[in-house]
């Protein structure tokens, strides 16, 4: 239900636009989030974004440099990748935490127990 693009091949200091669509069921209450995987990795967290209010959070590292969005109104959300470094090379997932609380709703969520459905995600590779 989820569907990952944008991922690709760019040199370093280069920039790609990752999305995530929801191509089925409505998406609208929903917190969203993006993690990557290295290879012989953990999954981490990237940054997420509240159903209310578009608040956002991000790993530390990555603060300044990437940018999470959404379009409601395209059930769609997008992760900037600016000043890309050999390290950020990963797939890169997207997931969905359906809002149930009102309490929620201005929240965003970092760990992967809290998402309700993921993508299938989208390979980063970056060059040095």
């Known amino acids: 239900q989820l569907q990952a693009s944008g991922g690709g091949l760019v040199q370093a200091g280069g920039s790609l636009r990752l999305s995530c669509a929801a191509s089925?069921?409505?998406?609208?209450?929903?917190?969203w989030g993006w993690f990557r995987q290295a290879p012989g990795k953990e999954r981490e967290f990237v940054a997420g974004?509240?159903?209310?209010?578009?608040?956002?959070n991000y790993e530390n590292s990555m603060k300044g440099r990437f940018t999470i969005s959404r379009d409601k109104n395209k059930n769609t959300v997008y992760l900037q990748l600016n000043t890309l470094e050999p390290e950020d090379a990963a797939v890169y997932y997207c997931?969905?935490?359906?809002?149930?609380?009102?309490?929620?709703?201005?929240?965003?969520?970092?760990?992967?127990?809290?998402?309700?459905?993921w993508g299938q995600g989208t390979l980063v590779t970056v060059s040095s």
């Open positions: 997931a969905a935490k359906k809002i149930q609380y009102n309490d929620e709703a201005d929240s965003y969520f970092s760990t992967e127990v809290q998402y309700d459905y």
């Open positions: 089925e069921g409505d998406f609208t209450r929903y917190a």
């Open positions: 974004i509240s159903w209310r209010g578009g608040n956002t």
